[in-house]
């Protein structure tokens, strides 16, 4: 399948980032395989292959109250431009929450009714919802089904190191970036719903001014660093975008996409690097296990510092709990660390 046809059905299984590596023991809890197949299967099944019940028909395809515009998005980041762009003409529900891992996310039962009632669908694509490309392609059979990457240029994009013809999908890292998706974001809202379509750009505009101040904010910060400090060692391999944005050299334990284990001589490497550069601090995610990235710590001697916000927002309350303070968050958090005096 081509990166364009993928962008808009993912492939129903996204590759494991670490290739052929050794792999540490699973973590508990992991499905066994093909149970997410299976799960995805008979929610589909379930969406458009039964009888709908009175509440699904009442909600599929509705308008909410007061004639808002049912927005259902896969990651908050996504969730977050959509109520900033759709404003008091939205209603938007994020599928995952604080600290969810996309790459490894399935629907539950409880993901129907949302899913009957959103009359517009946003994901981000370049298969980062990897386990929900059976679902999409399903959902547009009935409604709209978007995916925001859509329209970033191929040139912009990061290519996976390990595979052939994909690319990276942690696009929001690099503001710049973030911009083309809040245009795509506004241009489906505009199309459904052109009664707003001037609220729509209004907000829009507004919003892309806020982000350029936030990508200045971001290379003031990173500047604070000399070349050398620039050195981003995290959990998995979702700052790339961001290193290549703001000056920093990238690594991370885990490949792109969480769905296998840490590499053993990826943790060895990482020591090396870490002893050789005198690397001061390491970040852990807080959407991706903490076992790799202790072991590094612990044998390299760094500082673990504060957990960095990767694939998913922030609590509501918290500094990261929008797009921005998330970003914010993690270039504060980053410089200040790398920055600090042994």
């Known amino acids: 399948m081509d990166e364009t046809a993928a962008n808009h059905v993912p492939a129903r299984r996204g590759p494991a980032g670490a290739g052929n590596r050794h792999k540490l023991p699973p973590r508990a809890g992991r499905f066994a395989p093909g149970a997410g197949l299976c799960l995805a299967g008979c929610l589909v099944a379930v969406l458009v ?109 990061l290519k996976w190191a390990d595979s052939a013809g994909m690319h990276d999908p942690h696009i929001w890292f690099d503001v710049k970036l973030w911009q083309e998706v809040v245009r795509t974001i506004t241009g489906a809202l505009a199309e459904l719903d052109p009664t707003h379509v001037v609220a729509y750009e209004k907000r829009a505009r507004d919003y892309l001014a806020e982000l350029d101040r936030l990508d200045a904010y971001c290379h003031k910060r990173a500047g604070e660093l000399e070349p050398a400090q620039r050195v981003l060692i995290t959990s998995h391999d979702a700052f790339h975008y961001f290193g290549r944005a ?16 840490a590499g ?79």
């Open 49 to 157: 292959g039964c009888q709908p019940t009175v509440e699904q028909n009442a909600l599929a395809g509705k308008p909410a109250a007061g004639g808002r515009v049912r927005v259902l998005a896969t990651t908050g980041m996504i969730a977050d431009v959509a109520r900033i762009v759709g404003g008091e003409d939205v209603e938007v529900v994020a599928l995952m929450g604080p600290g969810v891992d996309p790459h490894l996310y399935q629907p539950v039962a409880r993901d129907q009714a949302r899913l009957s009632a959103a009359q517009l669908v946003l994901y981000n694509g370049l298969h980062l919802e990897g386990k929900m490309g059976d679902l999409f392609e399903s959902l547009a059979k009935s409604r709209r089904v978007v995916a925001v990457s859509r329209d970033i240029s191929q040139d912009r994009l």
């Open 246 to 261: 703001y000056g920093f050299e990238v690594v991370g334990i885990q490949g792109i996409s969480t769905d296998s284990e």
């Open 264 to 342: 053993l001589k990826a943790v060895t490497d990482a020591v090396d690097l870490i002893q050789a550069r005198r690397v001061r601090a390491i970040f852990p995610e807080s959407s991706v296990s903490r076992a790799a990235i202790e072991r590094v710590a612990l044998d390299s001697g760094a500082v673990l510092g504060p957990e960095l916000y990767s694939d998913a927002l922030g609590s509501p309350d918290s500094s990261a709990g929008n797009y921005v303070g998330m970003i914010k968050t993690n270039i504060d958090q980053i410089v200040d660390a790398l920055r600090r005096q042994p």
